[in-house]
């Protein structure tokens, strides 16, 4: 950034979340740029940080260590919009549009996810608004909603073996579930039947 008046305009366009459009959460150059910003960000942040311990003369492994919080949320980061990035070119690559449009809705799930679940750090830095976080959350919800036909198809598509899919540890009631506090039989109560038990 050159520190003139249409530089600073510039930043100021890019952080303030009152630019927001109401349309942009659905646009995945949108969702991608979210996730490109955060990992140049935090990549920018870290290396920052290990430079000034380096700096000051601390040793390379106590300096790492200090910085090992930031290290691995920029590994994060990178590997989110690594695999963001490569989700959206193999949509792009599908031929069958019915199986590009549900594939481009489970993209568009997987990156709003991500930042969903790091909404407190988009709003903490200026990228994304309190109404933005929570229209974030809306639309993963409804796209959930919007994929639940297309559950089974997708679970099958991963080809995991009936077998697989009926073990044990899988099973409501199964060994996985008799470590937990609370065992609820063979069968997973309704919502309402755990707000009731809860009290």
């Known amino acids: 950034m050159d520190g003139s008046p249409r530089a600073a305009n ?5 952080l303030v979340p009152g630019r927001e459009r109401e349309g942009d ?9 979210l996730l ?29 260590n200090d910085c090992q919080d930031h290290v691995l949320a920029a590994a994060r980061a990178h590997t989110e919009r690594e695999i963001a990035e490569a989700f959206a070119r193999g949509v792009e690559a599908t031929a069958d549009p019915e199986l590009r449009a549900v594939l481009g809705r489970v993209c568009d799930l997987h990156c709003l996810a991500r930042i969903e679940a790091d909404r407190g750090w988009f709003q903490e830095h200026g990228r994304i608004s309190s109404p933005r976080a929570k229209a974030t ?19 099958d598509a ?17 060994p996985a579930s008799q470590t937990s506090y609370t065992d609820f039989g063979d069968e997973l109560p309704s919502a309402r039947k755990l707000v009731e038990q809860l009290g």
Not at 25 to 33: S, V, W
Not at 38 to 60: P, S
């Open 10 to 14: 510039l930043l100021r366009d890019d």
């Open 25 to 33: 959460l659905g646009e995945r150059d949108y969702q991608l740029g």
């Open 36 to 64: 490109r910003w955060r990992e140049e960000h935090v990549i920018a942040g870290a290396a920052r940080r290990l430079k000034r311990g380096v700096d000051a003369g601390g040793d390379l492994f106590e300096v790492f």
């Open 137 to 155: 959350t809306r639309a993963v919800n409804t796209l959930c909603g919007e994929l639940r036909a297309h559950a089974v198809a997708l679970v």
């Open 158 to 174: 991963f080809g995991i073996p009936d077998q697989v899919l009926a073990a044990p540890i899988t099973l409501p009631g199964g």
